[in-house]
């Protein structure tokens, strides 16, 4: 049979059956349409989780000194300046930057009452500042322990939105890095319930300088030495800054430590974070780490690869459910295309006795079939996309504010509506499969006999 005709054909059957026919494919909608709605959700939680909550760089490793293990005959050594440039001659490594931990308890107080007077002029000038949250902030009280970390400025140089992330002059305010999940916690819990201000990257510039005190604690009684008070100024959020504590410049916490401890502290590092030229350089790079006496610190990697991995399983058994409704709907088909059959077979047997194959009537069954799968992939896809915006829309506004709430809850793959349609053509095709074969193998003498 040609094509044309083939299509003549199609085209015919499916306007004198399309009541039947589109009752049939409602369930191939519905089907789509979750298909494509859960897997778009599955995407934006793990672009939530890959970006903002754990975010991971493919061509870095964590560094650390290796822990004390039972049974180990390893022993562990101190990531010390030789160490550094060990690892930076190692095949492979493009830059290390290192990080030292402030070995001596530090504190921070903060009074509402004595912020300057300029400084709640500059904050109250940024957009989105009410009154009352100014109000707030006159009433905060604050006796904080903080814990310390220095970095490399070349690691942060990206982070830093204003003046420079480096160990000061005397009598300047010390620039610091703040966690950017610290901040997010901060602003969907904390300054919310208190009506205070949300920190933003636009209101960094006008954060006024707070205090710091170093060597000294509100608990401890074992600290032994002058407390020095300083004050550091926030400069930018950081994903490589410390989660529960503030960044400062690796060359101040190594001034801190030395005037506090010695020397030798002020040489010691907690870890440090290998660059590699490539991602396919990590394998050997990592080798080379745990045979120099050291660990990788998959801790952050590992938590990532686990929420990933949760996210997946639901994804996948939402998505399970939803090609199992689209399976049922194929068997829906096939109840109706034999019931279509059985009232055409005296056409189908006529078309046989003019010549048509066996090949012509499975190819006429199944065109009509696969042309009713794209049909209801099309509209699966293109409802479920809607469907995906409008619930964007909707969980943005009626939601509350949380830590991490992103900015769009549904991510659309490139693929995706290919694969809706596939699908939908593909279990249309297995639905019509069995009444084609059915029609192919009718006797034409028989049908147009009646016999």
């Given at each position: 049979m040609r094509p044309e005709n083939l299509i003549r054909f199609v085209a015919q059957n499916l306007r004198r059956n399309r009541k039947n026919l589109a009752f049939s494919g409602v369930g191939i909608v519905v089907g789509i349409v979750s298909f494509t709605f859960f897997i778009a959700l599955g995407y934006g939680a793990n672009e939530v989780v890959a970006?903002?909550?754990?975010?991971?760089?493919?061509?870095?490793?964590?560094?650390?000194?290796?822990?004390?293990?039972?049974?180990?005959?390893?022993?562990?050594?101190?990531?010390?300046?030789?160490?550094?440039?060990?690892?930076?001659?190692?095949?492979?490594?493009?830059?290390?930057?290192?990080?030292m931990k402030l070995s001596v308890l530090t504190t921070m107080s903060l009074d509402g009452e004595h912020i300057p007077a300029e400084a709640v002029v500059m904050l109250s000038r940024i957009p989105g500042i009410a009154p009352q949250m100014l109000a707030g902030l006159k009433q905060i009280r604050m006796w904080l322990e903080i814990m310390?970390?220095?970095?490399?400025?070349?690691?942060?140089?990206?982070?830093?939105?204003?003046?420079?992330?480096?160990?000061?002059?005397?009598?300047?305010?010390?620039?610091?890095?703040?966690?950017?999940?610290?901040?997010?916690?901060?602003?969907?819990?904390?300054?919310?319930?208190?009506?205070?201000?949300?920190?933003?990257?636009?209101?960094?510039p006008?954060?006024?300088?707070?205090?710091?005190?170093?060597?000294?604690?509100?608990?401890?009684?074992?600290?032994?030495?002058?407390?020095?008070?300083?004050?550091?100024?926030?400069?930018?959020?950081?994903?490589?800054?410390?989660?529960?504590?503030?960044?400062?410049?690796?060359?101040?916490?190594?001034?801190?430590?030395?005037?506090?401890?010695?020397?030798?502290?002020?040489?010691?590092?907690?870890?440090?974070?290998?660059?590699?030229?490539?991602?396919d350089r990590l394998g050997p790079v990592q080798q080379a780490v745990s045979q120099m006496g050291f660990d990788i610190d998959f801790g952050e990697k590992r938590m990532a690869e686990s929420v990933g991995f949760a996210v997946t399983l639901l994804t996948l058994g939402f998505t399970l459910i939803s090609l199992i409704i689209v399976g049922i709907a194929a068997i829906n088909m096939a109840h109706t295309f034999f019931m279509i059959i059985y009232e055409r077979k005296?056409?189908?047997?006529?078309?046989?006795?003019?010549?048509?194959?066996?090949?012509?009537?499975?190819?006429?069954?199944?065109?009509?079939?696969?042309?009713?799968?794209?049909?209801?992939?099309?509209?699966?896809?293109?409802?479920?996309?809607?469907?995906?915006?409008?619930?964007?829309?909707?969980?943005?506004?009626?939601?509350?504010?949380?830590?991490f709430k992103p900015d769009r809850f549904f991510v659309l793959p490139w693929w995706l509506p290919l694969s809706g349609i596939s699908f939908a053509i593909l279990f249309c095709a297995i639905g019509a499969y069995f009444p084609a074969s059915k029609a192919a193998r009718l006797d034409p003498a028989s049908t147009l006999t009646g016999r």
């Open positions: 970006t903002r909550i754990f975010p991971l760089e493919a061509n870095r490793l964590q560094v650390v000194p290796r822990t004390a293990q039972f049974g180990s005959l390893a022993e562990g050594r101190i990531l010390d300046d030789p160490v550094l440039s060990a690892l930076a001659r190692l095949p492979g490594v493009k830059a290390v930057y290192p990080r310390v970390t220095g970095l490399d400025p070349l690691l942060v140089k990206g982070d830093v939105l204003t003046g420079d992330f480096r160990d000061p002059p005397p009598g300047e305010p010390i620039p610091a890095l703040m966690s950017r999940r610290m901040i997010e916690i901060y602003n969907s819990g904390f300054a919310k319930t208190r009506g205070l201000p949300r920190i933003s990257e636009l209101m960094i006008f954060l006024p300088p707070l205090p710091l005190t170093v060597n000294h604690s509100f608990i401890s009684r074992e600290v032994s030495g002058s407390a020095m008070t300083t004050r550091i100024k926030l400069v930018g959020l950081s994903h490589h800054a410390l989660m529960g504590g503030i960044t400062l410049p690796l060359d101040t916490v190594r001034r801190w430590n030395r005037e506090y401890l010695g020397q030798r502290s002020a040489q010691i590092y907690d870890g440090a974070i290998v660059e590699v030229e490539s991602s005296r056409e189908i047997g006529l078309l046989r006795a003019l010549g048509a194959t066996r090949a012509d009537v499975r190819a006429l069954i199944l065109v009509e079939a696969a042309f009713l799968g794209a049909v209801g992939g099309l509209l699966g896809t293109g409802l479920g996309t809607f469907l995906c915006w409008v619930m964007d829309r909707v969980a943005g506004r009626v939601l509350p504010d949380f830590p």
